[in-house]
């Protein structure tokens, strides 16, 4: 679809800077202190994964790419928040501090580390001779991908552990669209769909909890006991 070399050179600038800010929301996530601010950072990561994929399925001329950019901001732009919202607006608007095993300061030197490690496999997988966007891509999307999984493991609140979930499926779409660009769409598409399944999923039970012990809190969840 596209092929001077200068239109190419802004495309791929365009991708990097939108994995740059992609990267950052990941921190954001892990610094959030309120679970909306979780969801606002998750919200605008997924702007940035489906920004990635437009831009890559324009320069590599992928339609099936293109769509996912569109799935991607229907489904996580609009309809996962717009779910979590109605669900749990309570439990998002609450000005109370994110319960977590670790400071913030000490989340983010973790991070740091495990995004230098994000590097390092990015590097063993690509090999010798790497397509360019993928270099972008998939360390950043592994990043992603392990910062939303510790996100998940330090945090204490239902509600911010989900959107942890959410995004690590981010990373590893940011990561799957550069190196994967002709992915079978109707693989895309199942995935879209489970992603908003889980998302209502949990945010059902996690209002049903929130109502019957009166928090989310999982490590208090943890000690029930039947009467």
Same mark, same amino acid.
């Given at each position: 679809m596209l092929t001077t070399n200068s239109t190419i050179l802004v495309l791929t600038a365009?991708? @990097?800077? !939108?994995?740059? =800010?992609?990267? $950052?929301? !990941? =921190? @954001? /996530? &892990?610094a959030s202190r %309120?679970? $909306? +601010?979780?969801?606002? @950072?998750?919200? &605008? %990561?997924? $702007?940035?994964l489906a920004m990635s994929a437009l831009l890559l399925g324009y320069q590599n001329a992928s339609v099936s790419l293109l769509i996912v950019g569109g &799935?991607?901001?229907?489904?996580?732009?609009? $309809?996962i928040p717009w779910l979590f919202l109605g669900t749990l607006a309570h439990e998002l608007? *609450?000005?109370?501090?994110? *319960? %977590?095993? =670790?400071?913030? *300061?000490?989340?983010?030197l973790i991070s740091l580390v495990l995004v230098i490690f994000a590097y390092f496999i990015a590097v063993t997988l690509l090999g010798a001779s790497p397509k360019q966007e993928a270099t972008i891509n998939l360390p950043i999307g592994l990043a992603g991908l392990f910062l939303g999984a510790y996100a998940i493991t330090v945090r204490r609140e239902a509600v911010p552990q989900v959107i942890?979930?959410?995004a690590m499926e981010n990373g590893a779409f940011f990561a799957g669209i550069s190196i994967a660009p002709d =992915?079978?769409?109707? +693989?895309?598409? @199942?995935? !879209?769909?489970?992603?908003? /399944?889980i998302a209502r999923i949990?945010?059902?039970?996690t209002m049903k909890v929130h109502q019957h012990t009166g928090t989310t809190a999982v490590g208090e969840m943890a000690v029930l006991r039947e009467e």
């Open positions: 365009l991708n @990097a800077l !939108a994995g740059g =800010f992609f990267l $950052l929301t !990941a =921190f @954001a /996530l &892990i %309120q679970s $909306l +601010a979780c969801l606002k @950072a998750f919200i &605008i %990561q997924s $702007l940035l &799935i991607t901001i229907v489904s996580k732009v609009v $309809l608007r *609450t000005r109370r501090e994110i *319960t %977590q095993v =670790f400071s913030i *300061t000490i989340s983010l942890g979930i959410l =992915f079978p769409l109707i +693989a895309e598409l @199942a995935v !879209a769909f489970d992603v908003l /399944l949990m945010g059902v039970l």
